[in-house]
């Protein structure tokens, strides 16, 4: 079962940042946090992951909570190619799978 | 150059039937894996093979076989197709089971049972 929490749906307009929220309050000390993303049509894209300290690569950044319970994902200008279902997981390193939520549907509109 | 590839990309077949779904790596990666996404969109893990070894096996019917000849291979292999087992497929492969484990997923094979 997946251990977080994301909001269903979430529109955002094109050129500004996408902030997209996630909930993980059992999350264990050594636990990550990933974020993937599946385009309509397509198979999963890793975005970035992260432990304790905020993270950003080229495609966002991942603000996490000093107490680990909660994260965002930001996407600092939001294209109508970022439209996709947003996956927030939380799993050890290592020899665990990734379980899948049901994601947010972020919706970017012109 | 296709990172991990898939074939076919779409299945037809009535119930009864036996299919396989093949899946090629070109990343050098060992480890890799079957997902499942049903109508419901629901993303779940099968199996996951580590140069060749299997590590995880989900609560999956024994229908299923998957079969990795060699670390860059892991087929998928379907008995007595069923109504329920119409899906999408997802192969993935990453660098493990160690580390930080991130996936590279294939575009995925839609499979319809008739």
């Known amino acids: 079962d997946a251990k977080t929490t994301q909001p269903p749906s979430m529109d955002c307009a094109e050129g500004r940042a996408a902030n997209l929220p996630c909930n993980h309050s059992?999350?264990?000390?050594?636990?990550?946090v990933y974020w993937y993303r599946q385009i309509h049509s397509q198979g999963p894209q890793y975005i970035i992951h992260?432990?304790?300290n905020n993270e950003t690569n080229e495609m966002a950044s991942l603000i996490i909570t000093e107490d680990r319970k909660s994260s965002t994902l930001i996407l600092p200008h939001a294209t109508l190619r970022d439209t996709a279902v947003y996956y927030c997981?939380?799993?050890?390193?290592?020899?665990?799978?990734?379980?899948f939520g049901k994601g947010t549907r972020l919706s970017v509109i012109a | 150059d296709t990172a991990v590839s898939q074939t076919p990309k779409y299945l037809v077949t009535q119930m009864g039937n036996d299919k396989s779904i093949k899946c090629e790596q070109n990343?050098?990666?060992?480890?890799m894996y079957w997902y499942k996404q049903d109508s419901k969109k629901f993303l779940k893990i099968m199996f996951s093979?580590?140069?060749?070894?299997?590590?995880i096996n989900e609560t999956v019917p024994n229908r299923f076989s998957p079969k990795s000849p060699d670390k860059a291979h892991l087929n998928l292999h379907i008995n007595s197709l069923e109504l329920g087992d119409s899906a999408v497929y997802f192969c993935?492969?990453?660098?493990?089971?160690?580390?930080?484990?991130?996936?590279?997923f294939g575009a995925g094979s839609r499979l319809t049972v008739l």
């Open positions: 993935a492969s990453s660098h493990g089971p160690g580390g930080a484990n991130v996936l590279t």
């Open positions: 059992t999350i264990s000390g050594n636990e990550y």
């Open positions: 992260g432990l304790k």
């Open positions: 997981i939380v799993r050890v390193q290592g020899n665990t799978p990734l379980v």
């Open positions: 990343l050098g990666h060992d480890t």
């Open positions: 093979y580590n140069n060749k070894e299997l590590i």
